[in-house]
């Protein structure tokens, strides 16, 4: 896969995410939002109004260190890809 097909595969990917209106297992959620924040090389800490919330993001940031934006990309592709095809 090129580049740029990983890019368009990606973005559709997310659009996909983003337009599912039936609620994500937690799992599934803290797995897309660390390949996403890796994909999109978004440093920010994780913060809000809710600690534990904070801890689980960030430990899973801290799972997927290392990962490079292609890698990051094609991991959230495959979770997104699994999630529909397998969901209940």
């Known amino acids: 896969m090129t580049s740029e097909e990983l890019d368009i595969a990606f973005r559709n990917a997310v659009k996909s995410i983003n337009e599912h209106t039936e609620p994500f297992p937690a799992d599934v959620l803290l797995r897309l939002y660390a390949y996403y924040?890796?994909?999109?090389?978004?440093?920010?800490?994780?913060?809000?109004?809710?600690?534990?919330?904070?801890?689980?993001?960030t430990n899973a940031l801290f799972q997927t260190r290392g990962l490079t934006e292609d890698e990051a990309k094609q991991l959230y592709i495959e979770a997104v890809n699994q999630y529909f095809l397998y969901r209940k």
Not at 42 to 47: F, K, L, M, V, W
Not at 49 to 56: D, Q
Request: hydrophobic share 30%; aromatic share 4%.
């Open 37 to 57: 924040k890796r994909a999109t090389n978004d440093a920010d800490i994780p913060s809000g109004g809710k600690p534990h919330i904070s801890a689980f993001k």
